[in-house]
């Protein structure tokens, strides 16, 4: 059963920090892209890091968040620095295989919500 969880959201004042953390079971987590997704109120999901054989970043996050992953842990992390209001959203965990057949899993989702 593939499994992919996300943790680590909450409530955080402008110019905090957060460390989200998703932990996969069920596939090869090793042979999967792993990304970081959002969706803000009346918004449509957007993309915000990946990490495959590189890491890429939306223009909005670049020089704040930090994606990484740890493959003996099944896990993937974003290290959200320098938060702003508009950072608000569900962050959702992508994965994506990277060979072989087209494979795309999400996670449930966790809320961010960065306000004083």
Not at 2 to 27: D, I, K, M
Request: aromatic share 12%; net charge positive.
């Amino acid at each position: 059963q593939v499994q992919l969880v996300e943790s680590g959201g909450g409530l955080v004042e402008p110019g905090g920090s957060l460390r989200l953390s998703c932990t996969a079971s069920g596939f090869a987590f090793s042979s999967f892209a792993m990304n970081w997704f959002r969706q803000a109120p009346g918004k449509e999901r957007e993309f915000v890091a990946g990490y495959g054989g590189l890491t890429h970043y939306a223009e909005s996050v670049k020089g704040r968040f930090t994606i990484s992953r740890d493959n003996a842990k099944n896990t993937v992390f974003l290290q959200m620095d320098s938060l702003k209001p508009e950072d608000t959203a569900v962050y959702y965990c992508k994965a994506v295989a990277m060979r072989g057949r087209s494979l795309v899993y999400w996670g449930q989702g966790t809320q961010v919500t960065v306000s004083s």
